[in-house]
């Protein structure tokens, strides 16, 4: 199982980044998949969850109205759009697989002024 995460970066409040992750060695499109964070000096955070098939879609309150997962199974792929960016959602971004319990490498997501 291999996930590689990009497109993280710095932000001000108030904009937009898109994550993303590829995915190789399963069967991506029946597998869920979720995005998680950490913020410095906090535990592991669920951000959301998409079902294999993309017809189902989880969000932590926090990023509700704000974020939008979504799924590629053509490409292997799934994506987090972030807007309306608080410093608050500052933290390393993970993708993670439901089915063999895989973690990427993570990517850096700042939110600042």
């Known amino acids: 199982v291999q996930l590689v995460e990009s497109g993280g970066g710095l932000v001000q409040p108030g904009g937009s980044l898109r994550l993303s992750c590829a995915a190789s060695g399963f069967t991506f499109s029946t597998s869920a998949m979720s995005w998680y964070r950490q913020a410095p000096g906090k535990g592991r955070e669920l951000v959301a969850t998409?079902?294999?098939?993309?017809?189902?879609?989880n969000y932590a309150d926090s990023v509700k109205g704000r974020f939008t997962i979504s799924r590629d199974n053509a490409k292997n792929t799934v994506s987090l759009q972030m807007n309306s960016l608080k410093p608050e959602d500052t933290a390393v971004y993970y993708c993670?697989?439901?089915?063999?319990?895989?973690w990427g490498q993570g990517t850096q997501v700042t939110v600042s002024s």
């Open positions: 993670y697989d439901h089915s063999y319990y895989g």
């Open positions: 998409i079902t294999g098939t993309g017809g189902i879609t």
